[in-house]
């Protein structure tokens, strides 16, 4: 291929990445083997288009492949009928982390990615805002934002994504677009225009997380965000000149911004009737989670090597059902809790596995941060490591990974900021310096 045509072709794969997620997402989170099995189809295409733009396509994804058989082989003796689909869901996860891995290496594809990602949960936060509102109509008990997900967790989880990936878009903007020796109400009203996106994406997701009502999502949205502006003041060039400048000859604007930020929050508390009501439920819902928990846990101590195989989790669920736990597991289609959901499907060994592709992945991605580069792609991987740090704790209690659509997207972040790593420092600064 021509390389006038490759910046092109990357963009349209980008677009056409977006496109299948989006309408994963619209499928309910692509949850079911028929819209899978579709979406999947896309990701492998656009995966493979992906391999002829590389001139030297990684070995990455072939070792990626060969560890998800042996996860897969792990869990061979579970329902097939159940397992092959969730073997295609980790099939386009590997597709499309390849795909973000080959297209991360260029510093113009990582901010159309980040553009079109706000862009794409904007749109999915908007309709859901549409939906939300015309139930009101149908239904004036719903109370809770949950979109085509079913489940008011999973979907405040990819808008917590577009809220974090936006607010790490207007750090960054903040950071190498602005006059570091003024206010940080003057900063702000120096942003460009183009800033307008990550701000209006930052005000729809946030507002979307608050109308599902998920404490954890909440909680975990504002730590993913202390990330962020934590990453992003130790990342300044001159720390010391932005602490002198921006917070110490500033304190009162520094404390009105910390005061109005904690007023707010308490006038949230003091008069959402409903998030009041979700943290009386907290205690009741953590003891029935800790029960499931146990159950779960004894169950995999029945097969701890190789699990009960992958699929196996609805047959295993009902096998532990009884009449004292029913209120607990009944109602479950999943273990919300990643860790114990891969125990009990692929034991110790497929666990294992999972774990050391994940921290394989994050120890690529924090190179980035120990190399000599900045703007965009620094920015960019504060951001993915934030929507980590987020991910990671909130499927501990809830089951957001399960859903392929969430899934996805979190690989696809994940391979786009492994491409910013692999890329080489001379190509990084000829790719800034166009």
């Known amino acids: 291929m021509p390389e006038s045509w490759i910046q092109p072709a990357s963009s349209a794969c980008i677009g056409a990445v977006l496109s299948v997620l989006l309408a994963s997402i619209f499928m309910g989170g692509a949850d079911h083997a028929y819209a899978t099995s579709i979406c999947v189809l896309g990701l492998l295409l656009i995966g493979a288009f992906a391999l002829f733009l590389a001139k030297s396509p990684p070995a990455e994804p072939l070792i990626l492949g060969g560890l998800l058989a042996a996860m897969a082989l792990s869990g061979a003796a579970g329902n097939w009928d159940v397992a092959r689909t969730e073997w295609l869901q980790l099939c386009g996860a590997a597709a499309i982390w390849s795909t973000g891995r080959i297209l991360g290496r260029d510093r113009y594809i990582i901010k159309l990615a980040w553009y079109a990602s706000m862009a794409t949960a904007m749109t999915v936060g908007v309709f859901a805002m549409i939906v939300y ?122 404390t009105s911004a910390v005061a109005v930020s904690l007023f707010g929050i308490a006038l949230l508390l003091a008069t959402e009737t409903q998030l009041g009501s979700r943290a009386v439920d907290l205690q009741v819902d953590a003891q029935d989670r800790w029960l499931a928990y146990h159950e779960y846990w004894k169950a995999w101590q029945h097969h701890p090597v190789f699990g009960h195989g992958l699929g196996s989790f609805n047959q295993v669920n009902e096998q532990l059902t009884t009449i004292e736990n029913a209120p607990q597991l009944v109602t479950l289609g999943a273990a919300h809790n990643v860790g114990l959901q891969w125990l009990l499907q692929t034991g110790f060994v497929g666990t294992l596995i999972m774990a050391l592709i994940w921290l394989a992945i994050h120890c690529r991605i924090v190179r980035a941060l120990l190399k000599p580069v900045e703007g965009a792609n620094l920015g960019f991987v504060i951001a993915v490591l934030a929507v980590s740090v987020y991910l990671s704790l909130h499927s501990m209690i809830d089951f957001p990974l399960e859903l392929p659509g969430i899934m996805w997207v979190y690989s696809f972040l994940l391979g786009l900021a492994c491409g910013i790593a692999t890329s080489d420092t001379k190509s990084t600064e000829v790719s800034q310096a166009s």
Do not use: E
């Open 133 to 254: 509102g015309l139930s009101f109509g149908d239904a004036p008990g719903v109370s809770r934002m949950k979109f085509t997900f079913g489940s008011a967790n999973s979907f405040a989880a990819l808008m917590a994504i577009g809220v974090i990936l936006s607010a790490g878009h207007i750090a960054y903007k903040l950071a190498h677009h602005t006059s570091h020796d003024i206010s940080i109400w003057s900063r702000i009203g120096q942003l460009p225009g183009k800033t307008i996106l990550s701000l209006s994406a930052l005000v729809v997701c946030a507002s979307c997380v608050l109308l599902s009502l998920s404490r954890a999502s909440l909680i975990l949205t504002a730590l993913a965000l202390m990330v962020v502006a934590i990453a992003s003041v130790l990342s300044a060039r001159d720390l010391r000149r932005f602490w002198n400048r921006s917070v110490r000859q500033h304190p009162i604007a520094s």
